[in-house]
């Protein structure tokens, strides 16, 4: 009896390109599984089963998800950590900005030991993006060189400016202001509806799960109530990184199919693929797209970007040369000040500057603003509460979120796998969905709906088919979406607008295995002989892959921390199995967390495949031999 292997291969091309192709090789000698492991029933019968569950979150007929809360025990310690920084010194901003003007802040005058007015020089320089070269990345900028002066205050026509100020002139102070000039190209929408258009905002932070959010965000949170946001319980990851689980989002594609429609290579450009806000821009609506800590960005990172400008408002070339020029405080990778401000505080400024000028002009728009600087640290989201919350009431006191659907998001849960606990935090990410209350009276249906299935398993490909509905409220009447669930077929996504299934299960809904929370999490005693047998396995299907570079070196089971059993139901045996293990490798003490599925063929078990294998600690420089994003995970350079 053979057993297929599935492997994920990297070759080099003529022009030393790495492409990644997927190929089905047949092992010859498929591997055993022990002897002694021939049932499920061996593993429960040797493994102590968790029994302490107080409920659900979940409970429908295709998914249960275990009732953890925010206030377990095994998270005592990291919520006691508060991570804290301070920006260039405690120095206050010499300059500020609103929505058109520059102005000096005479209040910071001592701080910077300026005594007389008039020996205080300050200009701006304006600088735009470039489009880039065939083989540039999205980084490019065009600066002009004239540097206009200004005194107390000053308007500014231009998106992204640069400040130097000097006294007796010494160079003392250099900042970076956004502003959101209203665009010509922006067209109002002919399309005929007795309803006006409702604004999308999309707020995101990467690596929150939805109960640290509730741990670190708690004022946030409390605005988030107070505007009846509704918040949802089963949403699940899909992946393990920022872009994979948010293309899904964005595009309705798997990243895998994203690879088959529009971005063949890491090389290639994101212009040709489906995003959700070209569909809004057709609409006539006005678009924007922005994200802190752009260097690590969701399309920057390992990758080539756009070529084109995405949407009508673009941030990122902003904050990338900003954060070059002026950033400090780094941490785990992310320059957590941008001068005197938070990173993330430079977001927000911007966001707000967004959302105020389209509701001045009346212009609907699609806004996605994402916080990368606010991950990698467990007590790292509290920086922003404060910020996120003032920014959050300010919307709601004014009347912004009369007219605005808000989303506000994270990807998935932070990488930390010790306990059962965080397993399960890391694939149930943070999301909340606010309707403006107009549009809760006029589609009733809709809200109750939303609010249904805020108890039903979720993913990001229900975001997306979400957005598309908001492209056009007005389709969303009642008799709509009764003719469309009576007529729909089972799918990945379905919007959160309309009934999810009750039976769906993480298979119905594209999550795989490794990913999925709806399973019993069984662990297995560390002495049974499937915990190194299976950890064995992965190594061995990593080394064939990197034994196509001569680069990476290969790797040695060091050792086997975990071992989990997933069931759907604990008292049903089945001839298909998945194991999690979680193990370190060496050279680089790389931490793997990885799903064998084990097949039973005639009584005997096979290692059938590797579903899944996440890197789950950083690589950091151990990597830079080669460039494309998932090799990364694996390999160690030698040199």
Not at 11 to 30: F, G
Not at 124 to 140: A, L
Not at 179 to 202: A, M
Not at 396 to 409: A, K, P, S, W, Y
């Amino acid at each position: 009896m053979r057993s297929a292997m599935l492997y994920t291969t990297y070759k080099v091309d003529a022009e030393q390109k790495i492409k990644h192709q997927e190929m089905e090789t047949l092992a010859t000698e498929p591997l055993k599984v022990p002897e002694s492991i021939k049932h499920l029933s061996d593993i429960l019968t040797s493994t102590k089963i968790r029994l302490d569950l107080k409920g659900y979150f979940i409970k429908t007929k295709g998914c249960r998800i275990p009732d953890v809360r925010a206030s377990d025990t095994s998270n005592e310690k990291t919520v006691s950590e508060n991570f804290t920084v301070t920006c260039n010194d405690g120095l206050p901003p010499l300059i500020d900005s609103n929505l058109t003007h520059l102005y000096l802040l005479q209040t910071s005058f001592a701080a910077y030991e300026i005594k007389s007015y008039d020996a205080l020089k300050c200009c701006y320089s304006v600088f735009q993006r470039k489009i880039p070269g065939k083989n540039e990345s999205d980084t490019q900028l065009v600066i002009n060189v004239e540097c206009t002066p200004f005194n107390a205050t000053c308007k500014v026509n231009h998106e992204y400016i640069r400040v130097t100020c000097w006294y007796n002139s010494n160079e003392i102070y250099k900042d970076f202001f956004a502003f959101v000039p209203v665009k010509d190209k922006i067209k109002v929408s002919t399309t005929e509806s007795p309803f006006p258009p409702v604004n999308v905002l999309v707020i995101g932070i990467q690596a929150i799960s939805r109960l640290n959010f509730h741990r670190q965000m708690q004022s946030t949170a409390l605005v988030l109530e107070e505007i009846g946001a509704i918040e949802f319980f089963g949403h699940s990851n899909t992946a393990n990184n920022t872009f994979s689980n948010l293309i899904p989002m964005l595009t309705g594609l798997t990243e895998d199919e994203l690879v088959k429609n529009c971005w063949p290579s890491r090389y290639s450009r994101f212009d040709s693929c489906p995003f959700i806000w070209k569909e809004f821009h057709n609409n006539g609506y006005a678009t924007a797209f922005a994200e802190d800590a752009s260097h690590i960005g969701i399309f920057n990172l390992n990758k080539m970007g756009f070529e084109k400008q995405p949407t009508d408002y673009l941030w990122g070339p902003f904050n990338y040369f900003s954060e070059s020029q002026i950033g400090s405080e780094y941490n785990s990778n992310i320059y957590q000040c941008v001068g005197n401000r938070y990173m993330h505080e430079t977001l927000i400024q911007y966001m707000e500057k967004f959302t105020d000028t389209m509701h001045i002009n009346k212009i609907p728009y699609f806004g996605m603003f994402w916080s990368n600087s606010l991950s990698q640290e467990i007590t790292k989201p509290k920086l922003g509460d404060s910020d996120y919350a003032n920014f959050l009431n300010k919307m709601r006191i004014e009347g912004l979120l009369n007219d605005t659907v808000l989303i506000f998001m994270s990807d998935y849960g932070m990488h930390k796998l010790h306990t059962y606990q965080e397993r399960m935090e890391e694939r149930l990410p943070l999301l909340y969905i606010s309707l403006p209350e107009g549009y809760k009276k006029v589609y009733r249906h809709v809200f109750m709906n939303l609010k249904e299935n805020s108890k039903r398993l979720t993913t990001p490909f229900d975001l997306h088919e979400t957005l598309k509905d908001l492209r056009n409220t007005y389709s969303l009447t009642n008799e709509t979406l009764n003719i469309r669930v009576q007529a729909r077929e089972k799918k990945k996504g379905y919007s959160l607008f309309e009934p999810i299934p009750i039976n769906r299960n993480c298979n119905d809904a594209g999550i795989e295995s490794n990913w999925c929370t709806c399973q019993q999490n069984i662990d297995v005693d560390k002495n049974h002989p499937i915990v190194n047998e299976s950890a064995r396995f992965v190594v061995e299907h990593m080394n064939s892959i990197l034994k196509e570079h001569s680069s990476c070196a290969s790797l040695s089971l060091v050792e086997v921390s975990n071992v989990r059993l997933h069931v759907l139901d604990i008292t049903i045996d089945t001839s298909i199995q998945d194991y999690t293990v979680v193990f370190r490798t060496t050279p680089g003490d790389a931490i793997f967390e990885a799903v064998v599925r084990v097949h039973q063929t005639n009584s005997i078990n096979y290692f059938d495949s590797v579903i899944s294998n996440n890197r789950i600690n950083l690589y950091g420089y151990q990597s830079l031999c080669v460039t494309d994003p998932h090799l990364k995970f694996y390999c160690y350079c030698k040199q």
